[in-house]
């Protein structure tokens, strides 16, 4: 029987995934349950070492000796700074030890509470990865207590390898042994350009036996012209599709689908989207924006993760990796192509339902709001220019609409900031021939207006500024509550930026309606202006944010049912709150986020 904490089951479960089975234990009553749990398991090789210290480098001269890991587990406070020498040694020696520390509740933390020092992250720098794991009361708990759990294990024999830490908290001593089972986890594999053409063969079968192969770069720089070929390869090999935003600079690849709109969960609903679950998601790059990221995350149908990623670190932003290859996406797109059979290929299905839905998506409704003034420019962004975009909105109306091929697009998702946004634009027109846009909300402006003063901005700079009085991502999202929230949460103002642009040296244009939008577009869009232009355009955020309900409200396809649950929901997070609503949803397997 087993410790009744999950903690630990998830350890011992993956120690087992992993083929670790030595284990160097000293005596304490924090680490009981660890302790009592694997000397009752014949799979394990336990050894009696009462003092830290010396079990620390008996366990260095077992691992040496029998070239296989090492735990070493110990109770709380001091005893855990008595493996330091040891942990030290095997570090520099690149020894694997699983350094696994006992600790009290985190909130006892310098309350005068008995045994007890903080232990997070202790050794530094002497260990190739220290996690610190939660207490796990929930799935999603359970689900971080795995994933860190690899995470530290995969380190083991990693390059050089070398010693890690896991420092597992519980609220009370438990000396409950219930469990007759493990937890089913599963080990996250890495595999890297070392490995053998045998795996690399086994993961191209496993692409080549699935329908449905959904890739989703995040933000990514510009795509070499040997990328495209390579992502073009490899959709031509394998039933794939490729699901794209305008930030991953993936757009124009072959096989590419912009998404952010019908893979968005106020369009498409959990039980449509099923009918587009994949099997395997592959992934690179940095942030994912759009709506896919949450539908996958929430995805009732199991599908595999592989994450592409050249330090081999692991990202889960779907909560279902189990693969991480530790190389360049083109080197592993061309792989996968090299040794797929000579049978595979891609018979278009999958690809031609996700196009078909994403053209199902209608375009917004053409009244003055703040949808209007983007379309109209990104639609006439000339191939070979700069696009930056600032957070949120910004980014989420410029993916509706279709942007020429050959636009480098940025934005400042890595921190996810609305400071300098425009400096970035800035610099990244200074490096450009092309005509360099920036689309930006008023916030994010006025944060960064000194920018504007900056002695090298050329005339290439082309500034579409969406001034509607504040923050209409308070509006959007729901933060806003009344007239009170605009002074403190969407900050309304009546700032206008004619003046300052003028000093600068910007040629300013202004438009409150289609009328004067319409009139200012081409001198906003000339080629040819000596000098930089700025166009701020005047509508309201709470007309914006309808503005974006409406156009998802009015394309999505309907159907009376999703209607219903929609309008419950909605009713439920108004009448007790979203908050609680949410809470109660996720104790009855209920989505209502």
């Given at each position: 029987m087993y410790t009744e904490l999950k903690s630990y089951q998830i350890i011992i479960a993956l120690l087992k995934e992993y083929g670790i089975n030595q284990c160097v234990l000293s005596a304490g009553s924090r680490n009981l349950p660890f302790v009592h749990s694997v000397e009752k398991d014949p799979y394990f090789e336990c050894y009696s070492v009462v003092d830290e210290r010396s079990a620390g480098y008996f366990a260095l001269g077992l691992a040496?000796?029998?070239?296989?890991?090492?735990?070493?587990?110990?109770?709380?406070?001091?005893?855990?700074?008595?493996?330091?020498?040891?942990?030290?040694?095997?570090?520099?020696?690149?020894?694997?030890?699983?350094?696994?520390?006992?600790?009290?509740?985190?909130?006892?933390?310098?309350?005068?509470?008995?045994?007890?020092?903080?232990?997070?992250?202790?050794?530094?720098?002497?260990?190739?990865?220290?996690?610190?794991?939660?207490?796990?009361?929930?799935?999603?708990?359970?689900?971080?207590?795995?994933?860190?759990?690899?995470?530290?294990?995969?380190?083991?024999?990693?390059?050089?390898?070398?010693?890690?830490?896991?420092?597992?908290?519980?609220?009370?001593?438990?000396t409950s042994f219930t469990a007759a089972t493990l937890p089913n986890v599963s080990r996250i594999e890495r595999i890297d350009l070392e490995a053998s053409g045998e795996v690399w063969q086994r993961r191209a079968d496993v692409l080549g036996k699935a329908n449905r192969v959904l890739l989703v770069p995040g933000q990514s720089p510009r795509l070499s012209d040997g990328f495209k070929d390579a992502i073009e390869a490899f959709f031509r090999s394998f039933n794939s599709a490729i699901s794209v935003e305008y930030m991953s600079n993936v757009a124009d690849a072959h096989g590419a689908i912009n998404t952010s709109v019908c893979f968005d969960s106020r369009y498409c609903t959990e039980k449509k989207f099923l009918e587009f679950a994949p099997d395997i998601v592959v992934s690179w790059g940095g942030n994912v924006m759009q709506g896919v990221k949450e539908m996958l995350r929430h995805c009732r149908a199991p599908f595999e993760h592989w994450l592409i990623d050249r330090d081999g670190k692991v990202r889960d932003p779907f909560d279902s990796i189990t693969t991480v290859f530790e190389c360049s996406p083109e080197t592993f797109l061309r792989n996968m192509t090299s040794y797929a059979k000579t049978r595979s290929g891609n018979d278009m299905e999958y690809y031609n339902a996700i196009k078909e839905y994403a053209a199902s998506v209608v375009a917004?409704?053409?009244?003055?709001?703040?949808?209007?003034?983007?379309?109209?420019?990104?639609?006439?962004?000339?191939?070979?220019?700069?696009?930056?975009?600032?957070?949120?909105?910004?980014?989420?109306?410029?993916?509706?609409?279709?942007?020429?091929?050959?636009?480098?697009?940025?934005?400042?998702?890595?921190?996810?900031?609305?400071?300098?946004?425009?400096?970035s634009l800035l610099g990244q027109a200074q490096a450009t021939d092309g005509l360099a846009f920036l689309i930006v909300g008023d916030l994010s402006f006025f944060y960064d207006m000194n920018s504007l003063r900056i002695r090298h901005v050329g005339s290439n700079v082309r500034i579409l500024l969406l001034n509607n009085h504040g923050g209409e991502e308070f509006y959007y999202n729901g933060i806003w509550q009344d007239e009170a929230s605009d002074l403190h949460t969407t900050a309304r103002h009546s700032a206008v930026a004619g003046p300052w642009a003028r000093s600068c040296g910007f040629r300013y244009l202004s438009a409150e309606d289609k009328d004067s939008f319409d009139a200012a577009l081409p001198e906003f869009m000339d080629a040819e202006s000596e000098v930089p232009v700025l166009l701020e355009v005047f509508t309201e955020m709470s007309t914006d944010a309808k503005a974006i309900y409406d156009f998802y409200d009015a394309s999505r396809p309907r159907d009376a049912v999703s209607d219903m649950k929609r309008a419950g929901k909605d009713f439920v997070k108004r009448t007790i709150g979203k908050e609680t609503a949410v809470k109660i949803a996720d104790k009855l397997g209920v989505r209502l986020r």
């Amino acid at each position: 029987m087993y410790t009744e904490l999950k903690s630990y089951q998830i350890i011992i479960a993956l120690l087992k995934e992993y083929g670790i089975n030595q284990c160097v234990l000293s005596a304490g009553s924090r680490n009981l349950p660890f302790v009592h749990s694997v000397e009752k398991d014949p799979y394990f090789e336990c050894y009696s070492v009462v003092d830290e210290r010396s079990a620390g480098y008996f366990a260095l001269g077992l691992a040496q000796q029998s070239g296989r890991p090492v735990v070493i587990s110990c109770t709380s406070s001091t005893a855990t700074c008595n493996y330091w020498p040891a942990v030290a040694e095997a570090f520099y020696q690149n020894v694997p030890i699983v350094v696994l520390t006992s600790d009290r509740d985190p909130a006892r933390l310098g309350q005068h509470e008995d045994q007890m020092i903080d232990q997070v992250g202790m050794y530094d720098r002497h260990v190739r990865k220290s996690v610190n794991l939660p207490i796990v009361r929930d799935d999603e708990d359970f689900h971080f207590c795995w994933r860190l759990t690899n995470e530290a294990l995969m380190e083991l024999d990693h390059h050089e390898g070398g010693p890690v830490h896991i420092n597992v908290p519980s609220k009370w001593y438990s000396t409950s042994f219930t469990a007759a089972t493990l937890p089913n986890v599963s080990r996250i594999e890495r595999i890297d350009l070392e490995a053998s053409g045998e795996v690399w063969q086994r993961r191209a079968d496993v692409l080549g036996k699935a329908n449905r192969v959904l890739l989703v770069p995040g933000q990514s720089p510009r795509l070499s012209d040997g990328f495209k070929d390579a992502i073009e390869a490899f959709f031509r090999s394998f039933n794939s599709a490729i699901s794209v935003e305008y930030m991953s600079n993936v757009a124009d690849a072959h096989g590419a689908i912009n998404t952010s709109v019908c893979f968005d969960s106020r369009y498409c609903t959990e039980k449509k989207f099923l009918e587009f679950a994949p099997d395997i998601v592959v992934s690179w790059g940095g942030n994912v924006m759009q709506g896919v990221k949450e539908m996958l995350r929430h995805c009732r149908a199991p599908f595999e993760h592989w994450l592409i990623d050249r330090d081999g670190k692991v990202r889960d932003p779907f909560d279902s990796i189990t693969t991480v290859f530790e190389c360049s996406p083109e080197t592993f797109l061309r792989n996968m192509t090299s040794y797929a059979k000579t049978r595979s290929g891609n018979d278009m299905e999958y690809y031609n339902a996700i196009k078909e839905y994403a053209a199902s998506v209608v375009a917004p409704a053409d009244r003055w709001t703040n949808i209007y003034a983007i379309r109209n420019v990104v639609e006439l962004i000339p191939p070979g220019s700069v696009l930056h975009m600032s957070i949120n909105n910004a980014i989420r109306i410029t993916n509706f609409f279709k942007l020429a091929q050959n636009v480098r697009v940025y934005a400042n998702i890595g921190t996810h900031g609305i400071d300098g946004c425009m400096s970035s634009l800035l610099g990244q027109a200074q490096a450009t021939d092309g005509l360099a846009f920036l689309i930006v909300g008023d916030l994010s402006f006025f944060y960064d207006m000194n920018s504007l003063r900056i002695r090298h901005v050329g005339s290439n700079v082309r500034i579409l500024l969406l001034n509607n009085h504040g923050g209409e991502e308070f509006y959007y999202n729901g933060i806003w509550q009344d007239e009170a929230s605009d002074l403190h949460t969407t900050a309304r103002h009546s700032a206008v930026a004619g003046p300052w642009a003028r000093s600068c040296g910007f040629r300013y244009l202004s438009a409150e309606d289609k009328d004067s939008f319409d009139a200012a577009l081409p001198e906003f869009m000339d080629a040819e202006s000596e000098v930089p232009v700025l166009l701020e355009v005047f509508t309201e955020m709470s007309t914006d944010a309808k503005a974006i309900y409406d156009f998802y409200d009015a394309s999505r396809p309907r159907d009376a049912v999703s209607d219903m649950k929609r309008a419950g929901k909605d009713f439920v997070k108004r009448t007790i709150g979203k908050e609680t609503a949410v809470k109660i949803a996720d104790k009855l397997g209920v989505r209502l986020r």
